[in-house]
């Protein structure tokens, strides 16, 4: 069974970087089969997709965080991480990780449960 | 960026109750949108992709249908597990973008 979980800090101060990690289990992040994403939800608001990465290092990110946003593999730890620099309140959200298929017009089909992160002094 | 506007914020239903939740794209997507059920605390379930194909593992009661820029997703009858929100996804072009959801509440 596919399991993703995310961790990292849950407080981060303004200006500094937020770093999460999404330790995947039940798959291989080498995968040729799969892409892996970060998604992030604002309290009480939709979901906006941030990026994601295919197995060798390809990415692919939102435009709207492209300049302060790396997502990264670690095949030897099977996980993937997110960074994003120079983070604002504005960057307070509920942070999820997703696996998809690398199929044209295939949604993610299993999700972490998601990790709050507050952005704040 | 394409918009998805799901015009229902929150709807009332009653167990065995259909239930239609609706999603309109700003412009045309094919058939590039899936639904997802959320539930608070727990990670988000794909129930339906390319508009209209049941994820495994999903109850029957669940369908999708539409094209181009109005979707819908249906329940034919709604079960006290049912109760959570909703959301749809188009995954036609970047950046992938989501509807607000639409949260289902016991009448």
């Known amino acids: 069974q596919v399991q993703l979980q995310e961790s990292g800090p849950g407080l981060v101060e303004p200006s500094q970087t937020l770093s999460l990690t999404c330790t995947v289990s039940?798959?291989?992040?080498?995968?040729?089969?799969?892409?892996w994403s970060w998604f992030r939800q604002h309290p009480g608001k939709g979901l906006e997709w941030i990026g994601y990465?295919?197995?060798?290092?390809?990415?692919f990110y939102n435009p709207s965080l492209k300049s302060r946003v790396t997502i990264s593999l670690d095949t030897s730890q099977n996980h993937f991480s997110l960074r994003l620099t120079s983070v604002t309140a504005a960057d307070t959200a509920v942070y999820y990780c997703a696996r998809e298929p690398a199929k044209p017009g295939q949604p993610p089909d299993y999700w972490g449960q998601g990790t709050l992160v507050t952005v704040s002094s | 960026d394409i918009q998805m506007t799901q015009a229902a914020s929150f709807v009332s239903a009653s167990v065995g109750d259909r239930v239609d939740i609706t999603c309109r794209a700003s412009?045309?997507?094919?058939?590039?949108v899936a639904w997802y059920q959320q539930i608070p605390g727990k990670a988000p379930r794909l129930l339906i992709y390319r508009t209209s194909h049941l994820q495994g593992g999903v109850p029957s009661r669940f369908s999708g249908s539409g094209s181009e820029t109005d979707f819908t997703l249906t329940i034919s009858s709604l079960q006290a597990e049912d109760y959570a929100t909703y959301f749809c996804l188009q995954v036609n072009s970047f950046p992938y973008t989501f509807g607000q959801g639409t949260k289902l509440q016991i009448k």
């Open positions: 412009q045309g997507i094919s058939n590039g």
């Open positions: 039940g798959d291989s992040i080498s995968s040729i089969a799969h892409y």
């Open positions: 990465i295919y197995y060798g290092g390809s990415t």
